[in-house]
């Protein structure tokens, strides 16, 4: 069984930062990308972030500059740092974790909200 924890959501004013943790542990292989996601209410769930494990990144255009996805292969832990938050960034974000045998695997979602 795996799991994944993630955690470092919360409210923060527009203009400031947060960063979010995802620590996976369990009967997981080697972990090939790890990445975030995002859904706000009545929208889609959307790719923020990925980071291979060459430590090569992706990020969808409405956050480059701003975010920085980050990893420690010995913790079996991504992060993302958020910095210059806005209103629009508001969503629940899931940390997903792509396993070397193919399988993949969803966190339970932290909670960020940025206030106006």
């Known amino acids: 069984q795996v799991r994944l924890v993630e955690s470092g959501g919360g409210l923060v004013q527009a203009g400031g930062s947060l960063r979010l943790s995802c620590a996976a542990s369990g009967s997981i292989n080697s972990i090939n990308a790890m990445a975030w996601f995002r859904q706000a209410p009545g929208k889609q769930r959307e790719l923020v972030a990925l980071?291979?494990?060459?430590?090569?990144?992706n990020y969808a255009d409405s956050v480059k500059g701003r975010f920085t996805i980050s990893r420690d292969n010995a913790k079996n832990t991504a992060y993302l740092q958020m910095n210059s938050l806005k209103p629009e960034d508001t969503a629940m974000y899931y940390c997903r974790v792509y396993s070397a045998n193919g399988a993949a695997y969803w966190g339970q979602g932290t909670q960020v909200t940025v206030s106006s």
């Open positions: 980071i291979t494990i060459n430590s090569i990144t």
